[in-house]
């Protein structure tokens, strides 16, 4: 079984928009890293922050 992270990320973010939530947590690796850089610089999200929770990484 595979995962599409791209799809996961949009997926989380969408989801997130319809139910009004200003909050996504994604886990962060290297290519959700380059997707949030790309959806800051394009405007489509507001701002970042990483977290580090048990030791894994995620954005907020």
């Known amino acids: ?8 990320i949009i997926t989380s973010i969408r989801n997130a928009d319809m139910y009004r939530k200003s909050v996504v947590r994604v886990a962060s690796t290297n290519i959700s890293q380059s997707i ?4 800051l610089r394009e405007g489509f999200i507001e701002n970042v922050r990483k977290h580090r929770e048990n030791n894994k990484d995620f954005w907020f």
């Open 1 to 8: 079984m595979s995962s599409d992270t791209i799809a996961d």
């Open 36 to 39: 949030v850089k790309i959806l």
